[in-house]
C-alpha cells in the first residue's frame, strides 16, 4: 500500500483533493439520516422509525432519479472543461438547471396529493400511515429545494469544485441536526413535536439549503456560473445532449432505489421490528459509503476532464486509483462492522431485539463493502466518460435479476430472518462489481464523444 500511494502520488493527491470534501459532505448527508433515525427511535419509538423511514426512501428514491439530471450535466461539463470549453459548459448547466425547477414543482405537488394513497399501496399498518402521511408532506415542501440543490451540486462537481457543495451540506446539515434535536424533544421552550418537528426541521434545512445553492450557481463566484439570459431560452441542442446521458443515469436510480423500496416494502412482511432492525443496520452501514461516494465524484470529473483533454490513458488511470483507493477504505471499515457490531447498534436503538437483529445484519454487510466501494466507484468513472447506459443495464440486471428474486425467495418461500436479506444483497455487489469491472476494463468507453 505504501508503495502504491508513493508511485502514484501525484495522482492519489489530485484524486483526495476532489474527494475528501465528497466525503465530508456524503458524511453530513448520512449523519442527518442516522440522528434522524436515532432521536425519532429514542425519543417516539419504533412505530415512528418504521413510518418515517418508509416516507423518506420513498421521497429519496425520487430524488435520486431526478438527481441523475445532475449526474448527466457533471460527465457534459466535466468534458468542456477538460476541453476548455467553458461556455458549453456553462450553457448545460442553465438547461439542467431549469429543467430541474420544472420537474421539482410537478413532482412534488404529486407527491403530496397522493401521500397517504402511496403508504397505503405498500400495505403500512394504520398508525404507520398516519405518521408517515404528516411526515412525507411535510418533508415535500422542502424537496422542491433539494431537486434543484442536487442538480446544481452535480453541476459544480463536474466543473471540478467539490467545495462548494460541501458548504451547501454543511448548512443543510447543522440546521436539520439542531432542529431535529429542539422541536423532536421540545427543548429551549419549544414543544415536543415528535415526528412532525423531524418533518419541519428536515424541510426548513433543505429550503435554506436550495436557497444558497442558487445565490452559489447564479453568483459566478466559483469555477462555473450560470447566466440569466440563457435560463430565458431553451437550447435544444444542449438538452438533447443532457437527456441522452440523464435519462440512463436516472434509470440506473431507478434501477438501484426501486429495488431498495421495494426490498423494504417485502421486509416490513416480517413484521414492524425487523423492518425497524433493518433500517438501523442501513443507518449504521451508510458510514461506510463516505469513501466510495466521495472516490466515485473524484471519478466521474477527473475521468471526464481527462477524456475532453484527450488524455485516454491519464483517464483510465484516474478510474483504476479511485478504485484501488476506495477498497483500501472500506476494506478497512469492513473490519469495524465485523468485530463491533453490537456497539454501533447501540447508538441506534434501546430495543433489544431490534438491537440484536441489526448487529447481525452489520456483520454480513461487514463482507459486502470492498464490492459495493468497486461498484460505486467504477459506476462514477463510466458515467465521467459518459457511459451511463452500461451502469444502468448491469444495476437492471443485478437489483431486479439477482436481488429481488432472491429476496422473495428467502422472506416469503423460505421464511428466514432478516438477515438473510442481506446476505442476498452481498451476493448482489459481488455480481454487480464483476459485471462493471469487466465493463470498465474493455475500454469502449475511451470512444464516447460528446459534443
Known amino acids: 500500500m505504501t ?59 425520487v430524488l435520486n432519479i431526478l438527481g441523475a439530471i445532475g ?66 408532506k411535510i418533508v415535500l415542501w422542502g424537496f422542491l429545494f433539494a431537486i434543484p440543490t442536487t442538480v446544481i451540486s452535480g453541476i459544480i462537481r463536474g466543473a471540478g469544485n467539490t467545495k ?50 442558487l445565490l452559489i450557481i447564479l453568483s459566478g463566484k466559483i469555477r462555473i456560473k450560470v447566466h440569466m439570459k440563457d435560463l430565458k431560452t431553451w437550447n435544444f441542442e444542449n438538452l438533447k445532449q443532457l437527456l441522452k446521458l440523464s435519462l440512463p443515469a436516472g434509470g440506473q436510480e431507478l434501477m438501484d432505489n426501486g429495488s431498495r423500496l421495494l426490498s423494504s416494502f417485502i421486509i416490513i412482511q416480517l413484521g ?64 469495524i462492522f465485523f468485530f463491533i457490531p453490537h ?6 436503538t434501546d430495543h433489544a431485539e431490534a438491537r440484536q437483529l441489526g448487529a447481525l445484519c452489520l456483520k454480513v454487510a461487514a463482507f459486502e463493502q470492498i464490492t459495493i466501494g468497486l461498484a460505486m466507484v467504477l459506476s462514477g468513472a463510466l458515467r465521467g466518460a459518459g457511459d451511463t447506459r452500461g451502469p444502468f443495464l448491469i444495476s437492471a440486471i443485478t437489483n431486479w435479476g439477482v436481488r429481488i428474486p432472491l429476496i422473495i425467495l428467502v422472506v416469503f418461500v423460505l421464511k428466514l430472518s432478516v438477515v438473510y436479506v442481506w446476505v442476498v444483497t452481498a451476493i448482489q455487489f459481488v455480481v454487480e ?19
Open 164 to 213: 462548494a457543495p460541501l458548504v451547501v451540506a454543511a448548512v443543510i446539515n447543522i440546521i436539520n441536526l439542531v432542529g431535529d434535536y429542539v422541536l423532536i424533544f421540545g427543548k429551549f421552550g419549544f414543544p415536543k413535536m415528535g415526528v412532525q418537528g423531524a418533518a419541519i426541521a428536515t424541510a426548513g434545512a433543505l429550503i435554506i439549503g436550495g436557497i444558497l445553492s
Open 343 to 348: 456497539i454501533l447498534m447501540s447508538f441506534f
Open 71 to 136: 449526474i448527466g450535466a457533471a460527465a457534459i461539463i466535466a468534458r468542456y472543461y477538460g476541453a476548455k470549453e467553458f461556455h458549453k459548459a456553462e450553457k448545460t448547466a442553465a438547461q439542467a438547471l431549469k429543467l430541474s425547477l420544472i420537474i421539482s414543482i410537478v413532482v412534488c405537488s404529486l407527491g403530496w396529493i397522493f401521500a397517504e394513497k402511496i403508504l397505503i399501496a405498500v400495505n403500512a399498518e394504520g398508525e404507520v400511515v398516519r405518521l408517515g402521511t404528516q411526515y412525507m
Open 3 to 61: 508503495q502504491f500511494m508513493m508511485d502514484h502520488s501525484q495522482k492519489v493527491k489530485q484524486i483526495l483533493h476532489l474527494a475528501w470534501p465528497a466525503v465530508l459532505e456524503m458524511m453530513l448527508n448520512m449523519m442527518v439520516w442516522v440522528f434522524d433515525t436515532a432521536m425519532i427511535g429514542k425519543g417516539v419509538g419504533a412505530i415512528a422509525v418504521t413510518a418515517t423511514s418508509l416516507s423518506s426512501q420513498m421521497v429519496y428514491t
Open 433 to 451: 462489481s464483476s459485471l462493471l469491472f469487466f465493463r470498465f476494463k474493455r475500454g469502449k468507453w475511451k470512444e464516447i464523444e460528446i459534443r
Open 272 to 335: 414492524t421490528i425487523p423492518f425497524a432492525a433493518n433500517q438501523v443496520a442501513v443507518s449504521a452501514e451508510s458510514i461506510s459509503f463516505m469513501p466510495g461516494y466521495g472516490f466515485s465524484i473524484a471519478a466521474t470529473t477527473l475521468v471526464g476532464q481527462s477524456l475532453g483533454a484527450g488524455n485516454k490513458k491519464e483517464a483510465e488511470k484516474n478510474g483504476w486509483i479511485a478504485a484501488i483507493l476506495t477498497v483500501i477504505l472500506m476494506g478497512a471499515i469492513g473490519l
